[in-house]
C-alpha cells in the first residue's frame, strides 16, 4: 500500500468511529477573507510563544530546584552541563519578554481597530487580565535564578504594594512571606509560576478564544460586510493556514536568533547581605513607574506606584463601556486616538530614560511634613523602629548593628566633620554609601530624611 493510500485509509478508520469528515471539511475549507495585515496575526504570535514558554518550562523543570540552597546551581547546571540546557533557558528567557510585548503590541492593536467594542466586550476584559497574568508570570519567574538581579528586584517589585493604604504591608509579606525576600519568597514564587498562573491562563485563554471564534476577528467581518467580488475570499486551507505557519516560522526564528545571540543573564549568587553592594534595579517593564517617581514629589509616590496603575487597570477594564462611540475607524475616535496616544508615548519614553538610568530612588511612606525641631522619643525613634528594627534588632542584627536604642542609634549620627551630610547615617539613607537603607526599601521619603538630618544637626539630643 502506498504511503498516500496508507494515511487515506487510517483517516477513514478514525471517521467511521468519530465523524471528523464533515468538522475537517467545514474547518480547513471554509471561504474567509484574506487577511493581509501582520498586525492581525498578534493573537496567534502570542499564542505560539507562551507554547515554547510551556515546553521550554517543563524540560527546565525537569533539572531546577526551588530552594534558596541549590536553585542558583541548578541554573548554572542547566546553563553549563545539561545538554542544550543553555538554549532551553535562553528560548524560555527571551519567550517571556516576547510574551510582554507581543500581548501589549496585540492589545494596542485591538484598540486601535476598535475591537473592545460590542460585541467584543469579554474578549476584551479578559485579554485585560491575560496580560495581568503574563506581568505575573515574568515577574514569579525573574526570582527563580535566585541571583543578585533577581533578589533585588523582587525586594524593589514587592515593596511597590507596601504603599497601598491599610492592606498595603499584608500585602507585601504575604508576597514575600516575611519581612524580606527568603526561601519562602523562592517557592512561593515557583508554585505561582508554575501551577497557579498556568491554570489561570488556561481558563482566561479559553474564554479569550473561544469569544473570538463566537464573534469572528473583527478584521474577517469587515471584509463580510464589504460587497461581494471585494472580499478577496480564500479557503482556510491551504491559503490561511500558509500564512500562520509562515508566521509561526518567523517568530521561532526571531526567538531562536535572540537566545543564539544573547544568554539570559546569571550574576553572582543572591546575597541578603549585598556584601557586594549590587544597586537594586527593578524589572524594566517597571521601568517607567519608577523613572515617573523621579519627577514627582515624594508625598505622591503612592500615587505614582499604587494609583496609577489601579487607573490604568480600572480604565482598561471600563473602556468597553465607557467608550460607547460606534465608529471603529480612528479617524472618527479622537479623543480615544489621542488619549490613548499620549499615554503611549509617555510610557514609552519613561520606560527609555528609566533604562538609560536605572538607579531607583522612590522613597517610601512616612510623615510627610519635615519636623524643625524633632523629638528623639517622639519623632526619631519611631522612624527606626518602623524602617530598620526588622533587620538591625536583637538576634537579627545585621551587619551586629542593633538600631533600637538610643545609644547605637546615635553613634550613626555623631557628625565626624561639621554637617549631617557627613554621618554615616544620612548617608545610608540617601544612598550616598551603598547599598541604600532600609536595604531593599521602601525608602525613608526625603521629608522624613530632612526630619532625621534636622535631628542630627541639632546634636542627635535624647529628648
Ligand atoms: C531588609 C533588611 C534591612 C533593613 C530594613 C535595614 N537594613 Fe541596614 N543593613 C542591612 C544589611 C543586610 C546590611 C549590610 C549590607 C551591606 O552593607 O552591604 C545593612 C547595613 C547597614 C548599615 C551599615 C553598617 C556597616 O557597618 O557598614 C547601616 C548604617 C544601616 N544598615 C542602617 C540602616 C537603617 C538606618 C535602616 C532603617 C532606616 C536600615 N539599615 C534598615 C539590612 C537592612
Known sequence: MSAKKQRQSLLDWVDERANIKPFMNEMLYHRVPKIVNPLDFLGLATLFVFINQMV???????????????????????????????????????????????????????????????????TWITGVVLLFIVILFAFTGYLLPWDQQSYWATMVGTWM?????????????????????????????????????PALLLVFFGIHFAMVLKNQMLVVEEAERKPKGTKGL?????????????????V????????????????????????????????????????????IPSALDPLGIIGLPTIAVIALVALPFFDKNPRREPRHRPWAMSISGVTVAAVLLLTYLG???????????????????PSFTRDIEPIFQAHCAVCHSGSNAQMGLDLT???????????????????????????????????????LSKDTIQTIANWIAEGAPNN
Do not use: C
Request: no cysteine; hydrophobic share 50%.
Open 56 to 122: 521550554t518550562g517543563m524540560f527546565l523543570a525537569m533539572f531546577y530546584q526551588a530552594s534558596s540552597q541549590t536553585a542558583y546551581q541548578s541554573i548554572q547546571y542547566i546553563m553549563e552541563k545539561v545538554p542544550l540546557g543553555w538554549v532551553i533557558r535562553d528560548l524560555h528567557y527571551w519567550g517571556a519578554n516576547a510574551m510582554v510585548v507581543l500581548v501589549a503590541a496585540h492589545m494596542l492593536r485591538g484598540f486601535y481597530v476598535g475591537a473592545y467594542k460590542k460585541p467584543r466586550e469579554i
Open 161 to 197: 504594594p507596601f504603599y497601598a493604604p491599610f492592606v498595603g504591608i499584608y500585602i507585601a509579606y504575604l508576597a514575600r512571606g516575611g519581612a524580606y525576600i527568603s526561601g519562602l519568597t523562592l517557592t512561593r514564587f515557583y508554585s505561582i509560576h508554575m501551577l497557579v498562573l
Open 234 to 250: 480564500v479557503t482556510f486551507y491551504p491559503y490561511t493556514v500558509f500564512q500562520m505557519t509562515m508566521l509561526i516560522v518567523v
Open 252 to 295: 521561532a526564528m526571531v526567538l531562536l536568533i535572540l537566545a543564539l545571540s544573547q544568554h539570559a543573564p546569571l550574576l553572582a549568587p543572591a546575597d541578603p547581605l549585598n556584601k557586594a553592594h549590587y544597586n537594586p534595579v527593578p524589572l524594566w517593564f517597571f521601568f517607567s513607574i519608577y523613572q515617573l517617581l523621579k519627577y
Open 355 to 373: 533604562a538609560a538610568n536605572q538607579g531607583i530612588s522612590p522613597s517610601g511612606p512616612g510623615p510627610v511634613a519635615v519636623v524643625a525641631k
Open 405 to 443: 536604642s538610643y545609644a547605637s542609634i546615635q553613634k550613626l549620627a555623631i557628625t565626624k566633620g561639621s554637617t549631617y551630610e557627613q554621618t554615616i547615617l544620612w548617608q545610608k539613607l540617601t544612598g550616598k554609601l551603598q547599598p541604600q537603607m532600609p536595604l531593599g526599601g521602601p525608602y
